[in-house]
């Protein structure tokens, strides 16, 4: 390749079916011990060994209930369910590793105050090796779950969204100053208080008046992911995002999605090279395409096609139960993933039950590489060559063998291509991505903030 490599996250969520679903029942998988510190720690240790940037972990609030109109399957095949909070085993999996990121989802259910909190903690203790998927929620039983009548309009999310992170820039960037802590033990001074700032926020959804609960963490704000990408969603990512996460079935398709998250950095005045963008990818790899061939017979025994579609009828908000086998697919307005959607019902798109398991024959449907490793790398690398892409998020399907058959095989393989570090670079998750520093650059709007003091000053003295 020429000079450009690839960036590489594990694709996880803290549940035992995920992406691929049906492979917790082969016997080596051992992602039904998710509830244990053990498999976090050894996973992390295991990434770290492959020099991946981070480990991207996936979640849900509340369950997919969408097909044949219960959670009977969902159960039966621990489709996201149980799921547990992705937060809580970031610390211990930083524990065990000095280089590996986390980018962790977490949606708007809770306070901008107290998440902001939350955060910083966190980018503490890892030494800034946080990342944040900013996701809106899409799921009726979550937004009933919590206590809302009906989940709020696509749209408005965003809306919703937009000032959400207006309030978490004030807090992160702009409340305390890069100066303030002086932890000076004679003088009997830990902060100077002419330099920790008052957040005054008084908006459509969120009514914010304190100060910062955290000193300044080494990135203050972290290194912020979001997956959307309808035409709100590629505006809020355009805004917000340095990382964007897609997904798609040929190079055609996400080479013009590339290019519209790159257009949606311009629009909002910033470079196009300001977000990296990533694609989920499964991966079959052994030393041979003989034995890859066969590993992929035995997974597609194990795995569970329907699973992975009643999956997808929650994510698009369509009971793919109810079609026959060969009845194609009706647009239909929902409240879920509106690209989702419109993806599996546009017309004259050709999808029906039969093709929709086809296609998830493995319990999920994003693209699948199975070959030696010079086949990997090589498809590897013309996805990044064709459409633009910067790296991938490999999802798991055998847990851990899947990551560590990608790290002994392939990425020895990347690395004498060139097309991948041999080594981490020192630094904050954003320093490892972008090379820039630790901070957000001065072309993002999260930055605009760092000028908080001055606002404050400006406040009090017209009161």
Partial sequence: M???QILLNAFNMNCIGHINHGLWTHPRDRSVEFDTLEYWTDLARLLERGLFDGLFIADIVGVYDVYQNGIDLTLKEAIQL????????????????????FGLTANLTEPPYVFA???????HLTRGRIGWNIVTGYLESAAKAIGRQAQVEHDRRYDQADEYLQVLYQLWEGSWEDDAVLADRKRRIYAQPDKVHKVHHHGEFYQVEGYHLT???????????QAGSSERGLRFAGQHAEGVFITGQNKAVVREQVERVRQSALVAGRSAQAIKVFMGISVIVAPTEAEARDKHAEYLRHANPEAGLAHLSSSTGIDFSRYALDEPIRYQKTNAIESVTKTFTAKDSGWTRRRLLEQHALGGRYPLLVGSPIQVADGLESWIAETGLDGFNLTRTVTPESYADFIDLVIPELQSRGSYKTAYAEGTLRDKVFGQGPRLPQGHPGAGWRNLGQRDTQHRTAI
Avoid at 117 to 123: A, E, I, P, Y
Avoid at 215 to 225: C, G, K, V
């Fill in 117 to 123: 909190r939350r955060l910083s903690t966190l980018d």
């Fill in 215 to 225: 000193a300044p963490s080494p990135q203050r704000t972290p290194l912020l992911f």
């Fill in 82 to 101: 149980p799921v547990h909070d992705p937060l809580l085993i970031a610390s211990a999996m930083a524990s065990v590793t000095r280089h590996l990121g």
């Fill in 2 to 4: 020429a000079g450009k």
